[in-house]
Structure formats: C-alpha cells, structure tokens
C-alpha cells in the first residue's frame, strides 16, 4: 500500500537553527511529493513541491527540499528558523495521472525556542 | 486570485443528523478534492471531482458524499453524523486541465470544523 511516513512527532529547534524534517515515501513508481504547513486553526499552505528533474526544490518562506530516490526521502530544510516557523508540517504524495488524492504523513509538529 | 474557500466555518451538529458543506475552488480550477482531518487519523483523502464527475474515493462509508456543480464549486454531504464525525473538513483545488505535472498541486481552503454532539 502506498505509505508517507514522518518518524519525528516532535521537533525543537532553538530560533536561528537549521532545520530538518524528515519524510519517506512508499509507492511502487516515483511519486508527486509535497510540503505542506499548517498553523493552527488554518488550512494547508504548500511550501514547495517536486515532480521530477532538479532533486533539490526552493519553496516559500526560505524552505527547500532534496528528493533522494536511492532512500524514498523528501526530506525539508531551512538554515535558520523563525519564531514564527512553529506550525505543524505535512509531506504529502500523489501517484499522478489525475485522479490521485494526496497521502499524507502524520505530521511534525515544529517547536521553536527563543 | 482569490483562494479556495469553504462554508461554514465552524457547524455544531448532533448524532443522527445531516449536513452539506460547502466549498468555492480557485477560479479556473476544475478539480476539487475534500480530506478530512481528525487528532487520530491524520488526513485523509475523501473524494474528488472533475467536470461534475466523481473519479476517486477513500474509503469512507456511503454517508460521505460528494457533488460538483457545473462552476466547479462543490459540496459534501454526511448522512446520520456520528460523534466521530467531528473534525476538520478540507477542500482543495487544482487546475488539472487533464496535464500531469504541476497541474496536479492542490491547494487548500481554510477547513470547516464540524462537531458532533
């Protein structure tokens, strides 16, 4: 069955830190990989995304992506948090051709400490 | 362009009744999409809608469904709600003017909070 696993819960970064969130995928073929935030009460907002070529993508907000297909990862980074980065973060993933509703990991919820 | 948007807000029902709710895609998107969000299951995907036409489900119960108007905007509807029910009902659009690729990014509303009382 096609799988989107996020192994940390929980994170804490102390403000100015870089950042890490981990994300692994299983589908049988390469799927659409996503990044989405979500602050309290709110809905999703898309951080970046990856569909093929160029293994590292740029989203908002400073965030960037390395696709690794060797280790079915898409794992999101950013050199230096903000307060106001603390939210909870979601990959997600499409197998395509249209119809495909997205899968989502469990989420990371993003702590920062002054 | 204005967002995806989504009616009500925030609904309070109780156990064995009905509710539709609503959702406004961003305009020129012809694929909407409705997940529901709870503290347990995480997100998952309920159905989605093309053209005025249901091409894929979750696996929810037949109490979930769905329609799409011929302006794209869509509803769903939850027959004999049961307390769990509640949760956060997302909708999102995408362009998917039948390319893959890009064309594919969904982009979400705000949610509706249901809870079942």
């Known amino acids: 069955a096609q799988s989107v696993t996020q192994p940390d819960i929980h994170i804490t970064v102390s403000e100015g830190a870089s950042l890490e969130l981990r994300c692994n995928y299983s589908?049988?073929?390469?799927?659409?990989l996503f990044w989405y935030v979500q602050s309290p009460g709110q809905g999703l907002q898309l951080l970046l995304k990856?569909?093929?070529?160029?293994?590292l993508v740029q989203g908002i907000k400073g965030f960037e992506a390395e696709f690794k297909r060797s280790q079915s990862s898409f794992n999101l980074r950013k050199p230096s948090v903000h307060w106001s980065d603390a939210a909870e973060y979601f990959c997600?993933?499409?197998?395509?051709?249209?119809?495909?509703?997205?899968?989502f990991g469990k989420g990371t919820h993003l702590i920062i400490q002054p | 362009k204005a967002g995806v948007t989504q009616t009500p807000r925030y609904l309070i029902k109780t156990r064995g009744q009905q509710v539709t709710l609503s959702c406004s895609p961003i305009?020129?998107?012809?694929?909407v999409s409705w997940y529901q969000q709870t503290p347990g299951q995480g997100l998952q995907f309920l159905f989605e809608?093309?053209?005025?036409?249901?091409?894929n489900k979750g696996n929810f119960p037949g109490r979930f469904s769905g329609r799409q108007f011929s302006n794209s905007r869509s509803e769903m509807n939850v027959s004999t709600l049961e307390l769990g029910d509640s949760a956060l009902y997302l909708c999102?659009?995408?362009?998917?003017?039948?390319?893959?690729?890009?064309?594919?990014?969904?982009?979400f509303g705000p949610g509706t909070r249901l809870l079942v009382l």
């Open positions: 999102a659009s995408s362009p998917l003017f039948g390319l893959a690729g890009s064309q594919e990014t969904q982009y």
């Open positions: 589908y049988g073929a390469t799927p659409y």
């Open positions: 990856y569909f093929s070529g160029d293994t």
């Open positions: 997600a993933a499409s197998a395509g051709g249209g119809a495909d509703g997205l899968t």
């Open positions: 305009s020129g998107h012809r694929s």
């Open positions: 809608y093309f053209s005025e036409t249901q091409r």
